[in-house]
């Protein structure tokens, strides 16, 4: 039986898709846009998901902040995809925890910029509760230790619905965030919360996705006032 959490008006389906191509969960995202806008699809749709290792374009581009050859990434089996989000040149690889919100943001009258708000509490939250003070910085969106980025943020709006979402790195091999220009920014190096742990020699952490897939859910309802009913992706 699907499990629902927090009561309110606002509704939203949570899928956890495991570890899954980025074009295949960019596919998914796209039907389920289409569903909400043709009303198909009454809820709104939130997946949380870890990607095979992928370079993805937004819509300002960003391959000329690739400082590797295609060749490179193609030896090194890297996939390369454009996408029509908001941002820069980004990394998604395992490790690194991914949450979609196919949400309509004009019928619950949530302004864009709040929720991209939000979407950075999410992450700043989840943070704190590994005791890492993490904050926005006026750099680009997302959030950041010091000069040093632990989460994006990437949406795109159609028909007052949102799509993509948000990457926090949790524990990736964080190697080839260094083959490109980070959100085309030159002067910035990526972290994680695994990083940030380490250096405040820690020992006792739970960085499972379990445990993060939870805290996502916990305070997304909480910030956007969402009742969550989580279901199995097939």
């Known amino acids: 039986m699907p499990e629902r959490l927090n009561l309110s008006k606002r509704c939203a389906v949570f ?30 749709r939130i997946f949380f998901v870890e990607h095979p290792s992928v370079f993805t374009l937004g819509k300002r581009g960003g ?24 941002g820069n040149i980004t990394y998604h690889g395992p490790g690194q925890a991914v949450m979609y919100p196919i949400v309509d943001l004009e019928k619950n009258k949530i302004g864009v910029k709040d929720f991209v708000h939000g979407l950075e509490e ?14 926005r910085n006026l750099k680009n969106h997302g959030i950041w230790v010091k000069n040093s980025k ?25 190697k080839p ?13 990526m972290t994680s919360l695994e990083k940030e742990i ?8 739970d960085l499972s996705m379990e445990r993060i897939k939870n805290t996502f859910i916990k305070y997304f309802s909480s910030i956007f006032s969402y009742s969550i009913i989580k279901t199995n992706a097939n």
């Not at 999410?122 to 904050?135: C, F, L, V």
């Not at 380490?198 to 952490?205: A, D, I, L, Q």
Request: glycine share 6%; proline share 2%.
């Open 15 to 44: 899928m956890d898709l495991g570890l899954l191509k980025y074009s295949t969960a960019l596919d998914l995202q796209i039907q389920t846009l289409q569903s909400k806008i043709n009303k198909s699809v009454k809820e709104d």
């Open 63 to 86: 391959e000329e902040n690739l400082v590797v050859s295609r060749d490179f990434l193609t030896a090194k089996n890297v996939d390369f995809v454009q996408t029509d989000r908001g």
């Open 122 to 135: 999410i992450m700043k939250r989840t943070a704190m509760d590994y005791n890492i003070d993490a904050d």
């Open 150 to 174: 632990i989460g994006s943020v990437g949406i795109s709006i159609k028909r007052g619905i949102s799509f993509h979402g948000f990457a926090m790195n949790i524990n990736p091999d964080l």
């Open 177 to 189: 965030f260094s083959w490109i220009n980070p959100c085309g920014l030159t002067d910035i190096s």
């Open 198 to 205: 380490r250096k405040s020699s820690t020992n006792n952490y």
